[in-house]
């Protein structure tokens, strides 16, 4: 089993239309979790981190559930600047360690 | 700030020769990250350095690549020699570590290395 698995996509959705990401992880010793974005042909940025209370920033909702080992991202609200490629991250090793990231999810919003 | 910087951005190289990628990590990060990635394998990281040691290199292909980071503001990535298979973006990273935190990422542009 991977460690961090995600449906590659891609995702094609309408402006305006609410978009949901899962994300699993198999190491249940993780304890922080991010989503990433990648636009075509840059480096991958910090989206947001994930919180086990959960949390929002604006029009995107992350979600944890550590005992199903599952992570979610929904978008609200979609526009076409949100279509990229969205990475789900899980560390390993504790607060010395490295990230782990899942192949991605595409994501193309259209007029 | 001016983010992690990598250099080359592009490398077009003939199969066999050496090529040294480099990178510069935000300053008063004190850990760094290199990372391949392509379509089918998406991003793996090859090697990390923690206060410029190495901690894992269990990542890095063979023995054909090597990273050094001889000092907190350099690190290298060597193929030698190279090959096709070795075609890919190469990321460097960088973070602050400290206390019980674990903070995210910094990534540099990346170095898109093409090998004929």
């Known amino acids: 089993r991977k460690e961090v698995e995600q449906d590659p996509g891609p995702f094609n959705v309408p402006e305006g239309a609410t978009v949901a990401f899962n994300c699993t992880y198999s190491n249940s010793a993780s304890q922080s979790f991010f989503w990433y974005r990648q636009d075509c042909r840059k480096e991958p940025k910090l989206l947001m981190s994930v919180y086990s209370s959960g949390n929002e920033d604006g029009r995107f909702t992350a979600q944890l559930n550590r005992a199903s080992q599952y992570i979610s991202l929904l978008i609200r609200d979609s526009k076409l600047s949100d279509s990229a490629t969205y990475l789900c991250?899980?560390?390993?090793?504790?607060?010395?360690?490295?990230?782990?990231f899942g192949k991605g999810t595409k994501l193309s919003v259209k007029p | 700030d001016a983010g992690v910087i990598q250099s080359p951005r592009h490398e077009v190289t003939e199969m066999g020769q050496e090529v040294t990628l480099r990178c510069k990590p935000i300053?008063?990060?004190?850990?760094l990250f290199w990372y391949r990635q392509t379509m089918m394998r998406g991003l793996e990281l090859l090697i990390y350095f923690n206060n410029n040691v190495p901690i894992d290199d269990s990542g890095m292909p063979e023995d054909r690549f090597s990273a050094k980071m001889p000092n907190a503001s350099f690190s290298t990535l060597k193929i030698q020699p190279s090959e096709p298979r070795d075609s890919a973006v190469y990321f460097c990273?960088?973070?602050?570590?400290?206390?019980?935190?674990?903070?995210?990422?910094?990534f540099g542009s990346g170095t898109r290395l093409t090998v004929v």
């Open positions: 300053s008063g990060h004190n850990s």
């Open positions: 990273a960088s973070r602050r570590v400290g206390g019980q935190a674990f903070y995210g990422y910094t």
């Open positions: 991250v899980v560390n390993h090793g504790g607060s010395q360690g490295n990230l782990i």
